[in-house]
């Protein structure tokens, strides 16, 4: 599917390749997207972006859509990720960017402020805060805090398992994640899940879609979650298989920076936020749109 105004191309970095979206002339705006998604999550966001002055760049991430897709497991840590955006800086002639990251997208994108202060002039974030690195190693501490419970990253945890059931039905297991994590589902309302339970299995599969989300949008996702193929791990939000080794730094990332949040995601007083707003141009807030 293509978008008016919107061209793609492949462009290499870090060893691999990623296809990425474009539209506009000016300073470099890269925007990140999360599970499960693709450059096409930010179709809105180029006309405006791109009239402000701005060169709107919105890569598929490392193992989706297409772009390039290592089968290792250990290809889609955190540090390879950012490295990835990094040198797409680069190797679009570009010394700085503006970076942001929505859901697994954010935490790509504070990273890439973190280590690269010289490369990103500002960075801003979508749902998810900037989150220092833990002093304990997270699986232990989930495994721990979860003990007795379904938790989407540990069930994505294991090779093989989350994989199975979302390509069982890639196009209604995508209608149930995306209404889901749109916050168009009452989760207080759904039956409790224990560690051996799937994730789909009680979700809702909707009737019909909210505005945001049309059929074509649908398909569009479908099609680019088809494309994956043989070419396992299926993306199935790979970084929650962290790369432990990763940079061990547990500063702040000291730029300009937002993060916009849906009120009912309660980040007002996590810690990422009051530390964001010691520092930020632009104060974090909460939205309901």
């Not at 970095?13 to 300073?27: F, K, M, R, V």
């Not at 500063?251 to 309660?266: H, I």
């Given at each position: 599917?293509?978008?008016?105004?919107v061209?793609?191309?492949?462009?290499?970095?870090?060893?691999?390749?990623?296809?990425?979206?474009?539209?506009?002339?000016?300073?470099?705006?890269?925007?990140?997207?999360?599970?499960?998604?693709s450059w096409y999550?930010?179709?809105?966001?180029?006309?405006?972006?791109?009239?402000?002055?701005?060169?709107?760049?919105?890569?598929?991430?490392?193992?989706?859509?297409k772009?390039?897709?290592?089968?290792?497991?250990?290809?889609?840590?955190?540090?390879?990720?950012?490295?990835?955006?990094?040198?797409?800086?680069?190797?679009?002639?570009?010394?700085?960017?503006?970076?942001?990251?929505?859901?697994?997208?954010?935490?790509?994108?504070?990273?890439?402020?973190?280590?690269?202060?010289?490369?990103?002039?500002?960075?801003?974030?979508?749902?998810?805060?900037?989150?220092p690195?833990?002093?304990?190693?997270?699986?232990?501490?989930?495994?721990?805090?979860?003990?007795?419970?379904?938790?989407?990253?540990?069930?994505?945890?294991?090779?093989?398992?989350?994989?199975?059931?979302?390509?069982?039905?890639?196009?209604?297991?995508?209608?149930?994640?995306?209404?889901?994590?749109?916050?168009?589902?009452?989760?207080?309302?759904?039956?409790?899940?224990?560690?051996?339970?799937?994730?789909?299995?009680?979700?809702?599969?909707?009737?019909?879609?909210?505005?945001?989300?049309?059929?074509?949008?649908?398909?569009?996702?479908?099609?680019?979650?088809?494309?994956?193929?043989?070419?396992?791990?299926?993306?199935?939000?790979p970084?929650?298989?962290?790369?432990?080794e990763?940079?061990?730094?547990r500063?702040?990332?000291?730029?300009p920076?937002?993060?916009?949040?849906?009120?009912s995601?309660?980040?007002?007083?996590?810690?990422?936020?009051?530390?964001?707003?010691?520092?930020?141009?632009?104060?974090?807030?909460?939205?309901?749109?």
């Amino acid at each position: 599917m293509s978008w008016e105004g919107v061209t793609q191309r492949r462009v290499a970095t870090n060893g691999i390749e990623l296809n990425i979206a474009e539209a506009g002339e000016g300073p470099l705006v890269l925007l990140l997207h999360g599970f499960p998604e693709s450059w096409y999550s930010w179709r809105h966001q180029f006309d405006p972006v791109a009239k402000a002055g701005y060169h709107v760049v919105a890569p598929d991430m490392r193992g989706y859509g297409k772009s390039d897709k290592p089968h290792e497991i250990e290809a889609y840590n955190q540090v390879e990720v950012r490295k990835d955006i990094i040198g797409l800086i680069g190797a679009l002639g570009y010394d700085k960017a503006i970076v942001i990251g929505h859901d697994w997208g954010a935490p790509t994108a504070w990273a890439c402020a973190l280590h690269h202060a010289d490369k990103v002039r500002a960075v801003g974030a979508l749902s998810v805060p900037f989150m220092p690195r833990s002093p304990v190693q997270p699986m232990p501490a989930m495994r721990e805090m979860f003990k007795g419970q379904f938790f989407y990253q540990l069930y994505f945890f294991e090779p093989g398992v989350a994989e199975a059931e979302f390509e069982a039905d890639i196009r209604t297991a995508l209608k149930k994640f995306l209404v889901m994590a749109g916050g168009e589902t009452d989760l207080t309302t759904l039956p409790a899940k224990g560690p051996e339970d799937d994730m789909f299995t009680g979700l809702p599969n909707p009737k019909t879609l909210p505005a945001w989300l049309s059929e074509e949008d649908l398909d569009f996702y479908t099609g680019e979650f088809e494309r994956i193929g043989d070419a396992r791990p299926a993306q199935l939000l790979p970084q929650s298989r962290p790369c432990l080794e990763a940079d061990r730094r547990r500063a702040r990332p000291y730029r300009p920076a937002g993060l916009l949040y849906r009120r009912s995601q309660g980040w007002r007083d996590h810690d990422g936020c009051r530390g964001l707003s010691g520092h930020a141009d632009l104060c974090a807030g909460p939205s309901d749109q």
